[in-house]
């Protein structure tokens, strides 16, 4: 209904109740607190300090957490539907030391453990590397360590694949050098090659195949020959991997403890949160100083806590320049639709309108006319209200189906009102059946009077862009320049509703609009001192008609995307039945063309309606009044992921 | 010339808008998503939890070959195509409306397409640095399909008052 009234809290409290109080806050759950700005304090005053090591233990302890349940989740996953609501714990059990305890020592025993997993990961990484390596000298049985004796010498070496081995053996046997080549194995880019010599000749030999690109292999730290060494590693690999498996499974035996780590999770997180909270306060040696907003309408429970526990407190006005974050107050209906507005950007908080009651409404009538059919409509609304019935999800995701509840109950009205069940299901059905059937449509047939359809979607979009309009210029009598709302609403509600009026043949209308076009010629430049640039800033303004007639016509989109459900449902049921067959196995073969390609037009028709709607509200609508820049109000509250918080049963 | 004289110039021209209208409008938004999900498959490599989102934003310029699919289905209903109707006795005159008609929605939705497709993948970059602010970079392809819907609206408009 409105956008709240915040008030700006100051005050002072001992620093041994400083926990004690932000516990009592976060769990009041409707204070921000935010760090003073120095510019706002007094001589006395700016001498508090701010913390000068800030201790985030908490934040800290939540990445082992966080490792622990990542590895939970992968190593032994937990079976839970998606509807499985989360669990519900007091702030009493979340916070009970001793599970904390407990959750701390699992989890950094599965952080333990991950870390032996990634070296052991390692290690595989680097035993296969190796025997990579050997792969080629697989059929070379001298054991590597043998070098040769008093009179030879052997070598081991590759050179490039198009070196012809035994050309080179013939070149050394030319040049009477006594040495042997063979190859001992050939891959795509290289040959493996042995070299065994007389010590005297080695060099001779060496400088010959260097010629050829030969480079010398030299395996540090191998003895034995190759296949001896890759059976030593394929040992050790069937090791590490069984080690692998085995702390997987000790992982998997923690997996009791999930609970217990994730509720922990969800306790720390509030813990950090607290801790930021007080990072922003000013200290003395013995005394807290903090700076925070309250909305007006809790001011009565804030001062309660910070009675009881004894702080010195004060709630001032803000000063002109201040910016309060913003909260919007709605019935519990419009509430959900707040999170439309929020994709948006919040209203900022002077802008003193709350566009979500209007919005709410627009939006349930656009989305429901865009997916215009009582099936897709039901399937929505059935899914959605399980997900809320069952689940009970909180927050913007609670919003969000919320939203899509009413959206799909619309969508089945409209689709009533305009003959759309799953497209032409009805009739499809009833052919296979060899019957004759048509659900007649309430009201009437877009896709037999598409130009009916196109002027009332038209005539919605003026009715909200009207709107729209109208609550700039109640802002601006609001503010008290009565003189803006006429001329720039005022003269541009008689152009259009003349110019539509048009339509009926009437003069009169002829003179309305035309009335409200010399009004905009005259006033639009009203802040222009010269005569002239007025008149050419009116023009200006009156070519601005055309932003109007395309806004209107943008509205047409309602009428598309609505024929589109219907027209793609009609489709995939012509699809079930091409031959025109009837009896048991067309209906069957019908039935399943039917649920893949009903469900691919709910998929893509949900898409469009949702886009579509958004795109209406926000360029349309809001184009014409709303200011954005607002900053959320967040309050210190027990933000929880895992588990969903319950009052403390007496 | 035996197939060119059994041949209904009416029925040439009705079928030729149909195709043009589905086969630009698929077109345009074969190119338009696939410009898109090279985005997408971008995003997903540097945090593979924004599959869901993605694939939203990759499915916006789809909408063009469907709106061409609505298009094609609308004419070819109107001719009696599915009902079995005698197509050598559609107007040649019918056809030539049809084809007309057809024009500016093939032209409006293979061009909007591709032009989703990038107003889309400039969102996927806005997806990967700024996750939240992923309903605003939803309205950007969305401002694109205007043009491809109001193409749509005039080609429907004339297609049903065909007569």
């Not at chain 1, 909180?394 to 969508?411: E, H, L, P, R, W």
């Amino acid at each position: 209904m409105a956008i709240v009234k915040m008030k700006r809290l100051r005050a002072i409290m001992p620093s041994y109740i400083e926990k004690k109080v932000i516990k009592d806050l976060t769990r009041l759950g409707c204070v921000e607190i935010e760090t003073p700005a120095y510019a706002n304090l007094n001589e006395e005053e700016s001498k508090l300090v701010k913390p000068a090591s800030v201790t985030l233990d908490a934040a800290r302890s939540r990445t082992v957490m966080v490792t622990g349940l990542d590895a939970l989740n992968r190593y032994a996953p937990e079976k839970k539907s998606f509807l499985t609501p989360r669990r519900q714990v007091t702030e009493k059990a979340l916070f009970d030391e001793e599970t904390i305890r407990k959750a701390n020592e699992v989890s950094e025993q599965i952080s333990g453990i991950v870390k032996q997993f990634n070296e052991t990961k390692t290690l595989i990484g680097r035993i296969s590397a190796q025997k990579e390596t050997l792969q080629p000298w697989r059929a070379l049985d001298i054991p590597f360590e043998f070098a040769g004796g008093k009179y030879f010498s052997v070598i081991i070496g590759a050179c490039p694949s198009e070196v012809d081995v035994k050309g080179l053996a013939s070149a050394i046997d030319e040049q009477e050098i006594v040495a042997a080549v063979e190859e001992i194995n050939a891959d795509k880019e290289q040959k493996y090659i042995l070299l065994v010599s007389h010590v005297d000749a080695t060099e001779e030999a060496l400088a010959v195949l260097k010629a050829a690109g030969f480079s010398q292999t030299v395996l540090k730290d191998l003895t034995g020959t190759a296949a001896e060494n890759l059976v030593k590693f394929d040992n050790e690999l069937n090791a590490a991997e069984q080690h692998l498996s085995e702390l997987k499974e000790k992982i998997a035996s923690l997996a009791q403890y999930r609970e217990i780590i994730e509720q922990t999770s969800d306790a720390l997180a509030i813990e950090s949160l607290r801790e930021t909270a007080m990072s922003s306060m000013l200290h003395t040696e013995k005394t807290i100083y903090f700076e925070g907003w309250v909305p007006e309408e809790t001011e009565k429970f804030v001062i309660g806590v910070l009675e009881e526990n004894g702080c010195a407190y004060e709630f001032c006005e803000m000063a002109e320049d201040e910016e309060p974050p913003v909260a919007i107050k709605n019935s519990k209906f419009v509430q959900p639709f707040g999170a439309i507005t929020e994709l948006y950007g919040l209203p900022k908080y002077s802008s003193l309108i709350d566009t979500n009651t209007p919005l709410a409404f627009s939006f349930i009538l656009f989305f429901g006319i865009m997916l215009s059919d009582v099936g897709c409509g039901l399937v929505l609304s059935i899914m959605t209200f399980l997900i809320l019935k069952k689940k009970k999800p909180d927050g913007g995701f609670k919003n969000f189906v919320t939203v899509m509840f009413y959206g799909g109950i619309s969508a089945m009205i409209w689709g009533v009102l305009f003959g759309s069940w799953f497209g032409n299901a009805p009739t499809a059905i009833a052919a296979i059946f060899g019957k004759e059937f048509a659900m007649k449509p309430l009201w009437f047939d877009p896709l037999v009077k598409p130009m009916f359809m196109l002027v009332f979607t038209c005539g919605i979009g003026v009715v909200h862009i009207f709107i729209g309009m109208g609550l700039s210029a109640w802002r601006s009598i609001k503010q008290g320049n009565w003189k803006d709302a006429i001329f720039d609403t005022g003269f541009w509600y008689m152009i259009i509703i003349g110019a539509i009026g048009l339509a009926t043949g009437l003069k009169i209308f002829m003179y309305i609009a035309l009335l409200g076009a010399l009004g905009v010629l005259l006033t639009a430049g009203r802040s222009k001192k010269n005569i002239f640039s007025r008149i050419v800033s009116g023009l200006g303004a009156l070519y601005g008609s055309t932003s109007y007639l395309s806004d209107i016509l943008s509205y047409g989109r309602l009428m598309a995307l609505g024929m589109c459900t219907g027209v793609i449902a009609s489709v995939m049921n012509l699809m079930g039945n091409l031959t025109g067959k009837t009896g048991v196995v067309a209906a069957i073969i019908f039935f399943i063309v039917f649920i893949i390609g009903q469900t691919f037009n709910l998929a893509i028709s949900l898409l469009g309606a949702f886009i579509h709607s958004l795109r209406l509200e926000f360029v349309e609508y809001f184009g014409k009044f709303y200011e954005s820049g607002g900053r959320k109000f967040k309050p210190l509250y027990n933000q929880t992921t895992y588990t969903q918080f319950i009052k403390e049963e007496n | 010339m035996d197939v060119l004289n059994s041949m209904s110039l009416g029925a040439f021209f009705s079928m030729l808008g149909a195709a043009l209208a589905a086969g630009f409008g698929g077109a345009g938004s074969g190119q338009g998503v696939g410009i898109a999900g090279a985005a997408a498959a971008g995003v997903i490599s540097e945090d593979p939890k924004k599959f869901g989102q993605t694939l939203l934003l990759q499915a916006l310029p789809g909408t063009q070959g469907i709106y061409g699919l609505l298009i094609a289905f609308l004419i070819l209903n109107k001719i009696g195509l599915f009902s079995g109707a005698d197509l050598a006795a559609i107007p040649t005159g019918h056809g030539l409306m049809y084809f007309g008609a057809s024009l500016a929605g093939a032209a409006a939705l293979y061009h909007s397409g591709v032009g989703q497709g990038r107003a889309a993948a400039g969102s996927m970059g806005v997806l990967a640095r700024r996750p939240e602010e992923f309903g605003k970079c939803m309205l950007y392809p969305a401002m694109v399909e205007t043009y491809a819907v109001l193409a749509l609206l005039v080609t429907v408009l004339m297609v049903m008052n065909v007569r």
